[in-house]
């Protein structure tokens, strides 16, 4: 599966954005999909996790409250809404699908969980 993310961009301190990621294949529904992020000179961070039915959804406790993730199967889409941004949310930011057609509820969070990858995209927060 290819996967195309796009929305990034220069907000200031507690505004927000929302990402999308979007997939190439129709079986969409059978990947579980993340989103991780990437600082300057820092490793890749797992964010938020949703299985391939979207019922079970996991956040990290950096973004937990503040990050939403959710799919449309229908659109072959991931979303990444993300409030109340803080400056150390500056970060390059990937989309990742794991095959799951048989395990359709769980989720990953793990970054060697994830075969497939976005190109990324920039977020940056200026205060």
């Known amino acids: 599966v290819q996967l195309q993310a796009c929305g990034g961009g220069l907000v200031q301190t507690g505004g927000f954005l929302k990402l999308s990621c979007a997939a190439s294949?129709?079986?969409?529904?059978?990947?579980?999909m993340a989103w991780f992020r990437q600082a300057a000179g820092k490793e890749r961070d797992f964010l938020a996790a949703v299985s391939a039915n979207g019922e079970t959804i996991h956040y990290a406790d950096s973004v937990k409250g503040r990050f939403t993730i959710s799919r449309d199967n229908a659109k072959d889409t991931l979303y990444l809404q993300m409030n109340s941004l803080k400056s150390e949310d500056t970060a390059v930011y990937y989309c990742?699908?794991?095959?799951?057609?048989?395990?359709?509820?769980?989720?990953?969070?793990?970054?060697?969980?994830?075969?497939?990858w976005g190109q990324g995209t920039l977020v940056t927060v200026s205060s």
């Open positions: 294949e129709r079986t969409f529904n059978s990947y579980a």
């Open positions: 990742a699908a794991r095959g799951s057609a048989s395990r359709r509820s769980y989720y990953y969070n793990a970054r060697n969980d994830y075969r497939h």
